[in-house]
């Protein structure tokens, strides 16, 4: 069992594109075990701050730091999936197993982790259909069960049913709760205020890029204490 | 008017009987080549990726160059490579001049900046796709190539037979390096310019139309596996 990498600390993160601060100091400490939803109206920062974590982009300024890891390190303990997804032009078992190549799983082991979570995610009869055929619901599925098949310690959600409709985003949000049950921290971006109180046990609500409220999720939704969160979950528009 | 309709009944008859020196020079033109693909393809797809991804001091001059070479005139070529192998050039002592091995240099440096270029705009276009995937899953660089390259086949094989095209089409550098020698480097672009400048038409003219049937073949080819590729929704 590798040691954990949580508790995730972030420390007075800015990045900053010319004059335009986009995200601007934001200090949290994240644990490892409730479902953390960063919520906020578009153009708030909040993908900004799931790649910053997850180390797609580096930070201008502030640091993100991993606990007992050297900066950068962490990224085999984490998977990430986009809102709009990536599939690899093969087929849905060699999607999956091709993630689980680049970890080092050797050939026996990876056949069954692929078999084992293209069942959970209920793409079985996909196998060995071209990815790229597949709908939005079922690609954002597999773009799961990649993530999935690697074991990570945290799954990065960024927006992931976004472009779905009401019966894919159900199937992608159980299969979100199934992740988290089998030992994933879940981290993910919404500006859906009804997937928010679904799937949230921690709100983090960032708005212009600053982290305005951190709550845990029924707290923030019965008495929100910004005029920015309360103005959101009203949905009044003041920006 | 009579000339042409007899030039062309001979040519058609070349080829019905599979007249040995036709076929020779048919053999001769797809073996140069097809090599001189097989040598640019292995160089240019991994130097195109290389380019695409990596960020290294030169990588600009180096896309420049590649972009630049893709309109190199063969003639030049051809000169280059001459006064490389010829006998008071640098790789004399290995006694290339006008052979076929010195029309595969010729051909693998014309269409390797070709293949280079094009596949590095392949790759481009797929990282952007797939590149925040591809970190994410730390994937290194050196195995993005071959992924992308993977996934990029199909625009991948189109872009080998664009440089299939240009080397079968070419005169100018096999003329210098090759010679044109009868049984020795002559191919179907070097026979008919010879053949016409000394009015033997109907040769001529059989290799022209082979030389256009096997690039209506080629396009053909190209425009095949990219319908196919898009069906599969997988370009």
Same mark, same amino acid.
């Given at each position: 069992?590798?040691?954990?990498?949580?508790?995730?600390?972030?420390?007075?993160?800015?990045?900053?594109?010319?004059?335009?601060?986009?995200?601007?100091?934001?200090?949290?400490?994240?644990?490892?075990?409730?479902?953390?939803?960063?919520?906020?109206?578009?153009?708030?920062?909040?993908?900004? =701050?799931?790649?910053?974590?997850?180390?797609?982009?580096?930070?201008?300024?502030?640091?993100?730091?991993?606990?007992?890891?050297?900066?950068?390190?962490?990224?085999?303990?984490?998977?990430?999936?986009?809102?709009?997804?990536?599939? =690899?032009?093969?087929?849905?078992?060699?999607?999956?197993?091709?993630?689980?190549?680049?970890?080092?799983?050797?050939?026996?082991?990876?056949?069954?982790?692929?078999?084992?979570?293209?069942?959970?995610?209920?793409?079985?009869?996909?196998?060995?259909?071209?990815?790229?055929?597949?709908?939005?619901?079922?690609?954002?599925?597999?773009? @799961?069960?990649?993530?999935?098949?690697?074991?990570?310690?945290?799954?990065?959600?960024?927006?992931?049913?976004?472009? @779905?409709?009401?019966?894919?985003?159900?199937?992608?949000?159980?299969?979100? @709760?199934?992740?988290?049950?089998?030992?994933?921290?879940?981290?993910?971006?919404?500006?859906?205020?009804?997937?928010?109180?679904?799937?949230?046990?921690?709100?983090?609500? @960032?708005?212009?890029?600053?982290?305005?409220?951190?709550?845990?999720?029924?707290?923030?939704?019965?008495?929100?204490?910004?005029?920015?969160?309360?103005?959101?979950?009203?949905?009044?528009?003041?920006? | 008017?009579?000339?042409?309709?007899?030039?062309?009944?001979?040519?058609?008859?070349?080829?019905?009987?599979?007249?040995?020196?036709?076929?020779?020079?048919?053999?001769?033109?797809?073996?140069?080549?097809?090599?001189?693909?097989?040598?640019?393809?292995?160089?240019?797809?991994?130097?195109?990726?290389?380019?695409?991804?990596?960020?290294?001091?030169?990588?600009?001059?180096?896309?420049?160059?590649?972009?630049?070479?893709?309109?190199?005139?063969?003639?030049?070529?051809?000169?280059?490579?001459?006064?490389?192998?010829?006998?008071?050039?640098?790789?004399?002592?290995?006694?290339?001049?006008?052979?076929?091995?010195?029309?595969?240099?010729?051909?693998?440096?014309?269409?390797?900046?070709?293949?280079?270029?094009?596949?590095?705009?392949?790759?481009?276009?797929?990282?952007?796709?797939?590149?925040?995937?591809?970190?994410?899953?730390?994937?290194?660089?050196?195995?993005?190539?071959?992924?992308?390259?993977?996934?990029?086949?199909?625009?991948?094989?189109?872009?080998?037979?664009?440089?299939?095209?240009?080397?079968?089409?070419?005169?100018?550098?096999?003329?210098?390096?090759?010679?044109?020698?009868?049984?020795?480097?002559?191919?179907?672009?070097?026979?008919?310019?010879?053949?016409?400048?000394?009015?033997?038409?109907?040769?001529?003219?059989?290799?022209?139309?082979?030389?256009?049937?096997?690039?209506?073949?080629?396009?053909?080819?190209?425009?095949?596996?990219?319908?196919?590729?898009?069906?599969?929704?997988?370009?």
């Amino acid at each position: 069992m590798t040691p954990s990498i949580f508790p995730l600390r972030i420390e007075n993160l800015v990045y900053e594109v010319g004059e335009r601060a986009l995200l601007r100091g934001i200090t949290a400490e994240i644990g490892a075990t409730q479902r953390t939803v960063i919520l906020g109206p578009n153009g708030a920062g909040k993908s900004l =701050l799931l790649r910053l974590c997850h180390g797609l982009l580096a930070p201008t300024g502030g640091r993100v730091v991993w606990q007992g890891r050297k900066e950068g390190a962490a990224i085999r303990d984490q998977a990430m999936v986009f809102q709009r997804p990536v599939t =690899l032009r093969r087929s849905v078992a060699a999607n999956v197993a091709y993630a689980l190549a680049i970890r080092g799983v050797s050939r026996g082991p990876r056949r069954l982790r692929v078999d084992e979570v293209l069942a959970r995610t209920g793409l079985t009869a996909k196998a060995r259909v071209s990815a790229r055929v597949l709908s939005g619901g079922e690609q954002q599925r597999l773009a @799961l069960a990649r993530a999935w098949a690697s074991r990570p310690q945290v799954l990065f959600l960024d927006e992931p049913t976004a472009n @779905l409709d009401p019966a894919a985003t159900r199937a992608v949000e159980e299969v979100i @709760l199934e992740i988290q049950a089998s030992g994933t921290k879940i981290v993910m971006t919404t500006h859906d205020l009804g997937q928010a109180r679904r799937l949230g046990e921690e709100i983090l609500f @960032l708005c212009d890029g600053r982290l305005v409220e951190r709550k845990p999720a029924d707290r923030f939704f019965a008495g929100p204490e910004s005029p920015e969160a309360a103005a959101f979950i009203e949905g009044r528009l003041t920006w | 008017m009579d000339d042409f309709s007899t030039a062309f009944s001979l040519a058609f008859d070349m080829i019905g009987r599979l007249d040995p020196d036709l076929v020779e020079i048919v053999v001769l033109s797809l073996k140069v080549s097809l090599t001189a693909l097989l040598v640019a393809a292995l160089i240019a797809l991994p130097l195109g990726a290389a380019v695409a991804l990596f960020r290294f001091p030169g990588v600009g001059v180096l896309t420049v160059l590649l972009n630049a070479m893709m309109g190199l005139p063969p003639v030049v070529v051809g000169l280059v490579v001459y006064l490389l192998i010829s006998r008071a050039g640098p790789l004399g002592v290995l006694g290339l001049l006008f052979t076929p091995t010195a029309m595969i240099i010729a051909q693998t440096l014309l269409i390797a900046p070709i293949i280079a270029a094009l596949t590095r705009q392949v790759i481009l276009d797929l990282w952007e796709e797939y590149g925040e995937l591809l970190v994410s899953l730390g994937v290194h660089r050196a195995r993005a190539i071959a992924t992308l390259l993977w996934d990029g086949r199909f625009r991948v094989l189109t872009v080998v037979l664009a440089g299939f095209g240009r080397a079968m089409a070419e005169v100018g550098a096999v003329m210098i390096v090759g010679g044109n020698i009868n049984h020795v480097t002559r191919v179907m672009t070097t026979t008919i310019a010879l053949e016409t400048s000394k009015g033997n038409l109907s040769l001529a003219l059989g290799l022209g139309i082979i030389l256009l049937t096997l690039s209506l073949l080629i396009n053909g080819a190209i425009y095949v596996v990219g319908e196919w590729a898009a069906r599969r929704n997988a370009a």
